[in-house]
């Protein structure tokens, strides 16, 4: 059986379920885990800006961790973490088969079940990545540079440049924290970002 | 409204689900939190010998969070913190009624909804109060004496003093640390409280 989790955001995926996947994949691999970050979808255009911006590849598509189904990858049960997102119908295609082992969203919970205990992190801030920079910490460790920008986005993203209701103090602490890591002027970065995800119409280029 | 979160564990409460309770209201009150602890059942007799043997009162029974059922103690909408399960059935009646802001738990989770984003802290360890310590620990605080008492007495009740298959060496670690803050022998006092819930058959006194 693969030892590997696999770590994904929900379908449909914004910023944060692309940038917060890459983050935390590379914290899991500084502590030596097993891990491969994947997505569930196309990404759209503000997220190609941002992997463009910090020469960061995008994770590889997931179609279905069902060890029965067409295409499957997996052979046995494959573990998962899901970021920004818990709820099943916004998650991966044959998640009923599979182990999560873990949780880190900033979402309310949908009829939520596992068949194991497993660890969740959950906080009712704006974005998964103001989690996330709390366990680096945790881990007394600080995103390199490029990390650093793709969390930066993802709380971007996530709270339109501070202005959503969702948005607290704890999102602005660590987005100015990120953006010092990422060499990037915060307000410049957060306008061109969103400017490129609302320009071109609502098509993604990969469609 | 209320703005006290009740603190509870699950119906026909075990010694983590009273005294993990203890230990998280001690805690959020040092953080100038209002909160109470309460729980959802009678004492058994392992639970009883702890707050004995400690000189902890009991927290008060709750019946329901239903504003709308006989007996309810809130006219609004009661915000609820959940130790050590998660699951509807297990909780309390009215909870479908009530804000679960916080979820502090080590097991499997099942068909688990909120209405809101809240603050979850599940993990795979044998005990709530081994994941209650890491939380002190976050806020630069350690439990006083008799909390102490309380989350080692909670430890070694769920972890069958280490015997358990759930048992992990972090629950060990907690416990070992516990002891020493409670001033008590760890091995002595285990072997005791586990044999006091043992004894005089299965009732509780105040069945
Ligand atoms: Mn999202
Ligand atoms: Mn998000
Ligand atoms: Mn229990
Ligand atoms: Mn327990």
Redesign the interface.
Known sequence: MSEKALIFGHKNPDTDSICSVLAYEALKKQLGENVEARRLGNLNKETEFVLNYFDVEAPKLLATVDPNAEGAENTERQKVILIDHNERIQSVDGLETAQITEVID???????????????????VGCSSTILLTIYK?NDLLPEKKMAGMMLSAIISDTLLFKSP?CTPRDVKAAEELAKIAGVDLEKYGMDMLIAGASFGDKSTKE
Chains 1, 2 share one sequence.
Not at 106 to 123: C, V, Y
């Open positions: 900033h979402h309310k919970f949908g009829e939520f079940s596992t068949f194991e205990p497993l660890m969740i992190r959950a906080e009712p945790e969702t």
